[in-house]
């Protein structure tokens, strides 16, 4: 997963931007991003304060480490058994 160059409480103050009457286009060109990753954003992260937002972000770190954990011991596993077939 790329990580964002926004952290948790920039993401949160670009969209209070937004929330208190800042048009969309101002915001997106004074903060480089893009159309599309703002409504992203708003979408995934609208209402929440920083600190959740940060909560949010840790736990979906967490669980891109834990399903790439995942798959490298499925693959052990797969490649284990594939072995001792071929050993019988």
Known sequence: M???KF???QISKIL???ESGK???TIV???GVSKATFYKWRQRYGGMEASE???IKALEEENAKLKRMYANLALELDMAKYIIEKKL
Do not use: V
């Open 16 to 18: 209070q931007e937004f």
């Open 53 to 55: 937002l940060k909560k």
């Open 29 to 31: 060109r004074e903060h």
């Open 2 to 4: 790329k990580s964002s």
């Open 23 to 25: 048009d969309i286009n």
């Open 7 to 9: 952290s948790p409480t």
